[in-house]
Protein backbone atom coordinates (compact mmCIF):
# COMPACT_ATOMS: atom_id res chain seq x y z
CA UNK A 1 0.00 0.00 0.00
CA UNK A 2 1.80 2.64 -1.44
CA UNK A 3 1.77 6.54 -0.16
CA UNK A 4 0.25 7.94 -3.59
CA UNK A 5 -2.58 4.82 -3.08
CA UNK A 6 -2.92 5.87 1.01
CA UNK A 7 -3.57 9.61 0.27
CA UNK A 8 -6.27 8.28 -2.93
CA UNK A 9 -8.09 6.65 -0.33
CA UNK A 10 -7.89 9.02 2.37
CA UNK A 11 -9.06 11.44 -0.70
CA UNK A 12 -12.27 9.20 -1.43
CA UNK A 13 -13.00 9.06 2.21
CA UNK A 14 -13.08 12.90 2.80
CA UNK A 15 -15.70 12.24 -0.22
CA UNK A 16 -17.68 9.75 1.96
CA UNK A 17 -17.91 11.84 4.42
CA UNK A 18 -19.48 14.77 2.69
CA UNK A 19 -21.46 12.07 0.70
CA UNK A 20 -25.37 11.30 1.91
CA UNK A 21 -24.61 7.53 2.20
CA UNK A 22 -27.09 5.98 4.11
CA UNK A 23 -24.64 4.03 6.36
CA UNK A 24 -22.72 6.92 7.03
CA UNK A 25 -25.86 8.80 7.82
CA UNK A 26 -27.13 6.20 10.15
CA UNK A 27 -23.72 6.14 11.80
CA UNK A 28 -24.15 9.73 12.82
CA UNK A 29 -27.52 8.83 14.04
CA UNK A 30 -25.72 6.24 16.52
CA UNK A 31 -23.64 8.82 17.25
CA UNK A 32 -25.97 10.82 18.53
CA UNK A 33 -27.96 8.38 20.16
CA UNK A 34 -25.02 6.68 22.16
CA UNK A 35 -23.03 10.36 23.22
CA UNK A 36 -26.18 13.06 24.12
CA UNK A 37 -23.62 16.04 23.57
CA UNK A 38 -23.37 14.70 19.66
CA UNK A 39 -25.66 16.84 18.17
CA UNK A 40 -26.41 16.58 14.52
CA UNK A 41 -24.85 19.99 13.94
CA UNK A 42 -22.04 19.59 15.85
CA UNK A 43 -21.70 16.01 14.27
CA UNK A 44 -21.70 17.47 11.16
CA UNK A 45 -19.48 20.01 11.68
CA UNK A 46 -16.90 18.01 13.06
CA UNK A 47 -16.94 15.80 10.32
CA UNK A 48 -17.05 18.54 7.61
CA UNK A 49 -13.87 20.48 8.78
CA UNK A 50 -12.03 16.87 8.40
CA UNK A 51 -13.38 16.21 4.62
CA UNK A 52 -12.28 19.94 4.05
CA UNK A 53 -9.05 20.88 6.24
CA UNK A 54 -7.84 17.33 5.85
CA UNK A 55 -8.84 14.91 3.63
CA UNK A 56 -8.57 17.14 0.12
CA UNK A 57 -5.35 15.81 -1.95
CA UNK A 58 -3.37 18.57 -2.29
CA UNK A 59 -3.19 19.24 1.16
CA UNK A 60 -2.39 15.74 1.50
CA UNK A 61 0.32 16.17 -0.45
CA UNK A 62 1.65 19.20 0.38
CA UNK A 63 1.31 18.16 4.25
CA UNK A 64 3.30 14.84 3.84
CA UNK A 65 6.23 16.54 1.31
CA UNK A 66 7.42 17.88 4.61
CA UNK A 67 8.43 14.59 6.21
CA UNK A 68 10.77 11.85 4.84
CA UNK A 69 8.19 9.10 4.55
CA UNK A 70 8.84 5.76 2.83
CA UNK A 71 6.60 4.88 -0.09
CA UNK A 72 6.04 1.64 1.52
CA UNK A 73 6.66 1.12 5.18
CA UNK A 74 8.45 -2.49 5.43
CA UNK A 75 7.49 -3.91 7.84
CA UNK A 76 5.11 -0.66 8.94
CA UNK A 77 5.60 -0.21 13.01
CA UNK A 78 2.55 -0.85 15.33
CA UNK A 79 1.05 2.29 17.16
CA UNK A 80 -1.51 1.94 19.45
CA UNK A 81 -3.66 4.95 19.70
CA UNK A 82 -5.96 5.84 23.12
CA UNK A 83 -8.33 8.34 21.45
CA UNK A 84 -10.50 11.09 23.58
CA UNK A 85 -14.40 11.28 23.22
CA UNK A 86 -14.72 14.85 24.26
CA UNK A 87 -16.15 15.91 20.63
CA UNK A 88 -16.89 13.98 17.55
CA UNK A 89 -14.05 12.09 15.98
CA UNK A 90 -11.70 13.90 18.26
CA UNK A 91 -9.39 10.84 17.29
CA UNK A 92 -9.31 11.16 13.96
CA UNK A 93 -6.13 13.14 13.39
CA UNK A 94 -4.10 10.70 15.22
CA UNK A 95 -5.64 7.79 12.91
CA UNK A 96 -4.63 10.40 9.87
CA UNK A 97 -1.16 10.50 10.96
CA UNK A 98 -0.72 6.94 11.89
CA UNK A 99 -2.48 5.78 8.05
CA UNK A 100 -0.88 8.04 6.18
CA UNK A 101 2.62 7.17 7.41
CA UNK A 102 2.51 3.51 6.72
CA UNK A 103 2.30 2.54 10.05
CA UNK A 104 -0.25 0.31 11.61
CA UNK A 105 -3.08 1.55 13.91
CA UNK A 106 -4.31 -0.06 16.73
CA UNK A 107 -7.13 1.87 18.39
CA UNK A 108 -8.74 1.86 21.46
CA UNK A 109 -11.95 4.27 21.42
CA UNK A 110 -13.30 6.21 23.96
CA UNK A 111 -17.16 4.59 24.87
CA UNK A 112 -18.35 7.83 24.15
CA UNK A 113 -17.19 7.92 20.12
CA UNK A 114 -16.71 4.83 18.78
CA UNK A 115 -19.59 4.65 15.96
CA UNK A 116 -17.56 7.39 13.60
CA UNK A 117 -14.53 6.39 13.35
CA UNK A 118 -15.07 2.62 12.96
CA UNK A 119 -17.90 3.05 10.31
CA UNK A 120 -14.88 5.36 8.52
CA UNK A 121 -12.26 2.36 8.96
CA UNK A 122 -15.02 0.05 7.82
CA UNK A 123 -14.95 1.93 4.59
CA UNK A 124 -11.92 2.14 3.97
CA UNK A 125 -11.76 -1.74 4.37
CA UNK A 126 -14.64 -2.32 2.04
CA UNK A 127 -12.51 -0.21 -0.87
CA UNK A 128 -9.63 -2.42 -0.09
CA UNK A 129 -9.84 -5.22 2.74
CA UNK A 130 -5.84 -4.47 3.37
CA UNK A 131 -7.21 -1.98 5.44
CA UNK A 132 -8.31 -4.66 7.65
CA UNK A 133 -4.48 -5.77 8.28
CA UNK A 134 -3.36 -1.71 8.54
CA UNK A 135 -6.40 -0.45 11.07
CA UNK A 136 -7.46 -2.27 13.85
CA UNK A 137 -9.23 -1.73 17.01
CA UNK A 138 -9.18 -3.49 20.77
CA UNK A 139 -9.62 -2.34 24.07
CA UNK A 140 -6.60 -3.14 25.16
CA UNK A 141 -3.41 -2.33 23.90
CA UNK A 142 -0.39 -4.60 24.00
CA UNK A 143 2.96 -5.25 22.09
CA UNK A 144 2.77 -1.98 20.14
CA UNK A 145 5.96 -0.64 18.93
CA UNK A 146 4.69 3.34 19.81
CA UNK A 147 1.93 4.94 21.84
CA UNK A 148 -0.67 7.79 21.16
CA UNK A 149 -3.08 8.55 24.23
CA UNK A 150 -4.54 11.56 25.07
CA UNK A 151 -6.74 11.67 28.26
CA UNK A 152 -6.67 14.01 31.36
CA UNK A 153 -4.56 14.13 33.95
CA UNK A 154 -5.59 11.63 35.77
CA UNK A 155 -5.39 9.22 33.29
CA UNK A 156 -2.41 10.54 32.07
CA UNK A 157 -0.11 9.02 34.81
CA UNK A 158 -1.14 5.40 33.39
CA UNK A 159 -0.68 5.99 30.14
CA UNK A 160 3.28 7.30 31.52
CA UNK A 161 2.84 4.00 33.63
CA UNK A 162 2.18 1.49 30.76
CA UNK A 163 3.71 3.12 27.89
CA UNK A 164 6.60 4.86 29.24
CA UNK A 165 9.38 2.17 28.25
CA UNK A 166 7.81 2.78 24.46
CA UNK A 167 8.06 6.12 21.80
CA UNK A 168 4.98 7.39 22.75
CA UNK A 169 3.10 10.73 22.83
CA UNK A 170 0.96 10.78 26.03
CA UNK A 171 -2.02 14.35 26.01
CA UNK A 172 -3.42 15.96 29.21
CA UNK A 173 -6.47 18.56 29.77
CA UNK A 174 -5.27 21.59 27.91
CA UNK A 175 -7.58 24.23 27.05
CA UNK A 176 -7.72 27.70 25.28
CA UNK A 177 -8.46 31.64 25.93
CA UNK A 178 -9.31 34.63 24.16
CA UNK A 179 -7.69 38.47 24.39
CA UNK A 180 -10.10 40.87 23.71
CA UNK A 181 -9.34 44.73 23.09
CA UNK A 182 -12.68 46.11 24.10
CA UNK A 183 -12.66 47.06 19.64
CA UNK A 184 -14.22 43.80 18.26
CA UNK A 185 -17.22 44.35 15.81
CA UNK A 186 -20.40 42.52 16.26
CA UNK A 187 -19.16 40.14 13.71
CA UNK A 188 -16.05 39.28 15.54
CA UNK A 189 -17.69 38.55 18.77
CA UNK A 190 -20.20 36.36 17.12
CA UNK A 191 -17.26 34.19 15.66
CA UNK A 192 -16.04 34.46 19.23
CA UNK A 193 -19.31 32.75 20.54
CA UNK A 194 -18.16 30.32 18.06
CA UNK A 195 -15.05 29.36 19.71
CA UNK A 196 -16.96 28.89 22.96
CA UNK A 197 -20.22 27.31 22.20
CA UNK A 198 -19.11 24.83 19.34
CA UNK A 199 -19.24 21.16 20.83
CA UNK A 200 -20.78 22.84 23.80
CA UNK A 201 -17.42 24.10 25.38
CA UNK A 202 -16.18 20.28 25.87
CA UNK A 203 -12.97 20.58 23.54
CA UNK A 204 -9.72 21.59 24.12
CA UNK A 205 -9.84 24.31 21.55
CA UNK A 206 -13.14 25.98 23.05
CA UNK A 207 -12.01 29.42 24.92
CA UNK A 208 -13.35 29.10 28.66
CA UNK A 209 -11.51 32.17 29.80
CA UNK A 210 -11.28 35.67 28.49
CA UNK A 211 -9.05 38.65 29.34
CA UNK A 212 -10.90 42.31 28.72
CA UNK A 213 -9.78 45.73 29.19
CA UNK A 214 -10.46 47.79 32.43
CA UNK A 215 -13.85 49.06 32.37
CA UNK A 216 -14.98 46.54 29.49
CA UNK A 217 -18.59 46.25 28.62
CA UNK A 218 -19.98 43.25 28.53
CA UNK A 219 -23.50 43.94 27.28
CA UNK A 220 -22.52 43.74 23.10
CA UNK A 221 -20.28 39.95 23.66
CA UNK A 222 -23.53 38.49 25.35
CA UNK A 223 -25.81 39.93 23.13
CA UNK A 224 -23.86 38.60 20.26
CA UNK A 225 -23.58 35.13 22.20
CA UNK A 226 -27.55 34.82 21.72
CA UNK A 227 -26.43 33.52 18.83
CA UNK A 228 -26.27 30.01 20.01
CA UNK A 229 -29.27 30.80 23.06
CA UNK A 230 -31.01 27.56 21.10
CA UNK A 231 -27.84 25.22 22.83
CA UNK A 232 -29.83 25.90 26.61
CA UNK A 233 -32.83 24.01 25.25
CA UNK A 234 -30.65 21.01 25.40
CA UNK A 235 -30.76 18.88 28.50
CA UNK A 236 -27.25 18.50 28.98
CA UNK A 237 -26.17 21.60 29.02
CA UNK A 238 -29.43 23.26 30.57
CA UNK A 239 -28.73 20.89 33.70
CA UNK A 240 -24.95 22.19 33.45
CA UNK A 241 -25.97 25.36 33.25
CA UNK A 242 -28.70 25.79 36.38
CA UNK A 243 -26.02 23.81 38.44
CA UNK A 244 -23.49 26.16 38.22
CA UNK A 245 -26.08 29.02 38.45
CA UNK A 246 -27.11 27.41 41.37
CA UNK A 247 -23.85 27.82 43.02
CA UNK A 248 -23.25 31.35 42.15
CA UNK A 249 -26.52 31.82 43.93
CA UNK A 250 -25.79 30.13 46.95
CA UNK A 251 -22.23 31.42 47.06
CA UNK A 252 -23.66 35.32 46.09
CA UNK A 253 -20.79 35.36 43.88
CA UNK A 254 -21.35 37.83 41.58
CA UNK A 255 -22.49 36.23 37.38
CA UNK A 256 -23.85 38.16 34.14
CA UNK A 257 -25.70 36.47 31.73
CA UNK A 258 -27.80 36.22 28.42
CA UNK A 259 -29.71 33.20 29.35
CA UNK A 260 -26.94 30.39 27.78
CA UNK A 261 -23.81 31.41 29.30
CA UNK A 262 -22.49 32.70 33.06
CA UNK A 263 -19.63 35.15 33.07
CA UNK A 264 -17.76 34.99 36.38
CA UNK A 265 -14.29 36.87 37.17
CA UNK A 266 -12.50 34.40 38.14
CA UNK A 267 -8.49 33.62 37.62
CA UNK A 268 -8.87 30.04 36.10
CA UNK A 269 -8.41 29.13 32.80
CA UNK A 270 -10.39 25.96 33.05
CA UNK A 271 -14.27 26.25 33.28
CA UNK A 272 -17.11 24.27 33.53
CA UNK A 273 -19.45 23.49 30.79
CA UNK A 274 -21.96 26.78 30.53
CA UNK A 275 -19.33 28.83 32.13
CA UNK A 276 -16.89 31.81 30.70
CA UNK A 277 -14.65 33.36 33.08
CA UNK A 278 -12.87 36.84 32.80
CA UNK A 279 -10.06 38.92 34.14
CA UNK A 280 -9.63 42.31 34.02
CA UNK A 281 -6.43 44.23 32.52
CA UNK A 282 -5.31 47.43 32.51
CA UNK A 283 -2.59 47.70 29.51
CA UNK A 284 -0.20 45.50 27.14
CA UNK A 285 2.24 45.48 30.05
CA UNK A 286 -0.50 44.43 32.68
CA UNK A 287 -1.64 41.48 30.18
CA UNK A 288 1.64 39.77 29.29
CA UNK A 289 1.99 39.77 33.42
CA UNK A 290 -1.89 37.81 33.48
CA UNK A 291 -1.64 35.35 30.54
CA UNK A 292 -0.90 32.13 31.52
CA UNK A 293 2.11 29.42 30.54
CA UNK A 294 1.40 27.57 27.24
CA UNK A 295 1.40 24.53 29.28
CA UNK A 296 -2.12 24.17 30.07
CA UNK A 297 -3.40 25.85 27.13
CA UNK A 298 -4.27 24.83 23.34
CA UNK A 299 -4.31 28.09 21.53
CA UNK A 300 -5.08 31.78 22.11
CA UNK A 301 -7.46 33.11 20.54
CA UNK A 302 -7.80 37.35 19.34
CA UNK A 303 -5.99 39.81 17.01
CA UNK A 304 -2.46 38.34 16.95
CA UNK A 305 -3.01 35.52 17.63
CA UNK A 306 -5.32 32.75 16.30
CA UNK A 307 -7.77 34.57 14.70
CA UNK A 308 -10.95 35.09 16.56
CA UNK A 309 -13.70 32.22 15.23
CA UNK A 310 -10.98 30.02 14.22
CA UNK A 311 -10.48 27.58 16.93
CA UNK A 312 -12.09 24.80 16.26
CA UNK A 313 -10.90 25.17 12.41
CA UNK A 314 -7.45 23.54 12.95
CA UNK A 315 -5.11 22.52 9.31
CA UNK A 316 -4.07 19.23 9.16
CA UNK A 317 -0.97 20.81 10.27
CA UNK A 318 -1.89 22.03 13.20
CA UNK A 319 -1.20 19.30 15.78
CA UNK A 320 -2.66 19.19 19.50
CA UNK A 321 -0.16 20.27 21.89
CA UNK A 322 2.00 21.19 19.46
CA UNK A 323 3.40 17.96 19.13
CA UNK A 324 4.49 16.99 15.89
CA UNK A 325 2.86 13.46 15.41
CA UNK A 326 3.88 12.55 11.83
CA UNK A 327 7.60 13.87 12.79
CA UNK A 328 7.52 11.07 15.66
CA UNK A 329 5.96 8.63 13.45
CA UNK A 330 8.44 8.75 10.60
CA UNK A 331 11.53 8.39 13.48
CA UNK A 332 10.04 5.48 14.49
Known amino acids: MELPYRIDLLTRLGQYILSDDEKWVQAKKRAGL??????????????GNIARSFLQKNLLEEWVAHYPLETTNNPP?????VMAGNIPLVG????LCVFVSGHNAVIKTSTKDRVLIQQLADKLAEW????????????MLKNCDAYIATGSNNSSRYFDYYFGKYPHIIRRNRTSIAVITGDESTDELEKLADDFYLYFGLGCRNVTKIYVPKDYDFVPLLTAFKKYNHLADHH?????????LALHLLNKIYYMTNGSVLLIEDPAIFSPISQL????????????????DTTNLQCIVG???????????????DYADGVDVLKFLSGL
Open 77 to 81: KSVGI
Open 236 to 244: KYKNNYDYN
Open 34 to 47: ENGWFIPEFVDLAA
Open 277 to 292: NYTFYNDQNDLRGKLP
Open 303 to 317: KNFTPIGQSQCPAIG
Open 128 to 139: DPAVQNRVQFSE
Open 92 to 95: FHDF
